[in-house]
């Protein structure tokens, strides 16, 4: 039994495909549609519902790790003209000993060989990178990278700061991530649609900004959502139970919270939590969240709010899995420290003074779980429970009974008509 996934874009072709690999495979095939999170991640929850032993995935993916399920990846060949992406690119690098790393969408991975045998003759120090299925076996050598699926060696002694990035592909969340986590080096990009070379022009120091405010409004909450955005990437569970443990001991409230594809209208439905952070893959990480009612950011922006271990050096994580333990920026959380030895901090957004220190774990202060609650626990739940304490706070808290307390009257004919003219209402002359 094998499951095929297919993104939106493609699920009209699902049929006769899946028909074509039973007549060639003789497994019992099932299509997986409409995915919970994003296309890009292999959805193991779906292929084990239909018990399926394998999964074939369609389409762009961002090549995070599977936990359980074997998987095959069909990227597709979208046309690349290696003529004009050539010339591009002796038009942004004129100088031929420029070093250079050579990215590109995983539609286009295709047609790099081509592309190198066009361009390594010209520039010997060019890099061209290779895509990584899944995990990379044994420790990663000096000098090489393993980032978001791709491989490649740098062999300068400056190291990937001494390079720049030519990107092969369309704007997009993948080019962004690329940029925010190798900020120190200048990218470019060629569009294969469009054909067009140009000279990335994305602030990152300003996008790197707007994330540091993020992390300024991470310190400032008292209550947290964790958005579970992935159930397949390896790795997420731990890094679910680190986010609680972390947010724990910073004295903050959690929420873990499974909604599938975020958007404006469901988070909205959570006014007591102050701030999110979405679980996700690297390329769904970066959520752009100026529409939402309240802000999202990623587990590593929360890692340099709330763990004072850990300080911005200029380098981006959007990958969750360097933050777990074994990964190289991995950073213990600190002993705790005294109320009375710890030192305040000011907000930089509302000026007021904060708690920057982890304490110990408390021990639960929850009543215990019973069907019925006696009324005089419902204040003691509310000094706990920031839902109850928000809900405490509004003015109108729902439907009450109020049985015995409304007086009983006749019923009586109501208004007719629209609510613009009721016919009880007259209507004003011009």
């Known amino acids: 039994q094998v499951a095929l996934q297919f993104p939106d874009e493609l699920l009209a072709d699902a049929v006769e495909v899946a028909a074509r690999m039973e007549a060639a495979t003789g497994a019992e095939m099932y299509v997986l549609g409409d995915t919970t999170y994003g296309s890009c991640c292999v959805d193991e929850v779906a292929a084990e519902h239909a018990g399926a032993e394998a999964v074939v995935h369609y389409g762009p993916a961002c090549l995070s790790p599977c936990r359980k399920l074997p998987v095959l990846h069909i990227f ?56 990584v299925r899944g995990d990379p076996p044994g420790p990663a050598v000096p000098g090489e990278e393993r980032k978001f699926g791709r491989q490649f060696l740098v062999e300068a002694a400056g190291g990937l700061q ?71 990437v390896a790795g997420y569970l731990t890094v679910l139970q680190h986010l609680r443990e972390l947010l724990c001991r910073a004295g903050k409230r959690s929420y873990t919270l499974a909604v599938g594809k975020p958007n404006p209208a469901k988070l909205a439905n959570f006014l007591e939590v102050d701030i999110f952070v979405l679980v996700a893959c690297a390329q769904n990480s970066l959520l752009d969240s100026s529409d939402f009612y309240r802000p999202v950011v990623t587990p590593y922006e929360l890692e340099l709010a709330c763990n ?37 901090d000011v907000s930089l957004i509302t000026g007021k003074m904060r708690a920057t220190h982890l304490c110990d774990p408390p021990a639960s202060q929850l009543p215990p779980s019973t069907a019925l609650a006696c009324r005089d626990q419902t204040r003691a739940l509310a000094e706990i429970s920031p839902a109850a304490s928000f809900l405490e706070s ?37």
């Not at 979208?78 to 000993?97: H, I, K, S």
């Not at 190798?182 to 022009?201: D, I, L, Q, Y």
């Not at 050096?313 to 991995?330: E, I, K, Q, V, W």
Request: charged share 20%; proline share 7%; net charge negative.
């Open 76 to 131: 597709g060949q979208q046309p690349l003209d290696v003529r004009r992406c050539t010339e591009a690119f002796r038009e942004l690098y004129p100088e031929r000993q420029s070093r250079v790393v050579v990215l590109s969408d995983v539609v286009y991975a295709h047609a790099m060989g081509e592309l190198e045998q066009q361009l390594c003759p010209e520039y010997p120090n060019i890099i061209f990178s290779s895509l």
């Open 162 to 232: 001494d390079y720049a990035m030519f990107y092969v592909g369309a704007e997009g969340l993948a080019l962004t991530s690329f940029m925010l986590t190798w900020n120190c080096c200048p990218f470019s990009s060629f569009n294969p649609v469009t054909g067009c070379g140009r000279r990335e022009t994305l602030n990152v120091n300003r996008a790197l900004m707007r994330r540091l405010y993020l992390v300024e409004r991470a310190r400032d909450a008292d209550v947290v959502g964790i958005l579970v955005g992935t159930l397949g």
């Open 308 to 344: 004072p271990a850990r300080e911005w050096t200029g380098n981006y994580l959007t990958d969750f899995r360097d933050l777990l333990p074994g990964a190289c920026a991995h950073i213990e959380l600190p002993p705790a420290v005294p109320t009375v030895e710890a030192v305040p």
């Open 394 to 430: 509004r003015s109108w808290r729902g439907l009450e009974q109020q049985l015995g307390q409304t007086p009983v009257s006749k019923a009586v004919q109501g208004r007719q008509g629209i609510a613009i003219a009721y016919e009880d209402e007259g209507c004003e002359q011009p």
